[in-house]
Structures are given as C-alpha cells and as structure tokens.
C-alpha cells in the first residue's frame, strides 16, 4: 500500500482525473475565486462531521470578498 504524500499530494487534492491547482492555473483565476473553488472542490473529500461545514464557509467567505472586491471596482 502507497502512503499518502500530505504535503504534494493529498486524497482530497486528487479526486477525479485532475487536481484542482491544475485547473485553476489553467483557468488564470483570481485568488479570491481560486480560493473558492478550492474550498468547494475538496470539503466533500477533506474533512468529516463539521470539518465539512468549515470548509463550505470558507468558500463563502471567499466568494462574499470577491462581490464585495467587484462592487467596489463598479462604484469607483
């Protein structure tokens, strides 16, 4: 049995056929949103019990900042 490399390679970094950096880099997202749908992508694969629930609320987080990020830019 392999051991789990916690650091470059975590279980819930590699879910699916591609890890979720790999994406966003691809996709040239902003941090806020990168941030987001880190969180989004691995809460199901990372934790249990509330663990799950933290996770969801960072990806809130995340994403309230970049609305409030893109309002700003709109007023200004």
Do not use: C
Not at 2 to 18: A, F, L, M
Not at 30 to 39: C, E, G, P, Q
Request: glycine residues 4%.
């Amino acid at each position: 049995m392999q051991q789990e490399d916690k650091i470059n390679s975590p279980n819930h970094y590699t879910q699916g056929k591609i890890e979720v950096i790999d994406f966003i880099i691809d996709q040239n997202f902003s941090y806020l949103t990168a941030s987001a749908i880190k969180y989004l992508s691995r809460w199901e694969h990372k934790h249990k019990g509330d663990g799950r629930l933290d996770d969801l609320r960072k990806a809130r987080f995340f994403i309230e900042k970049q609305i409030e990020v893109i309002l700003a830019e709109d007023n200004k």
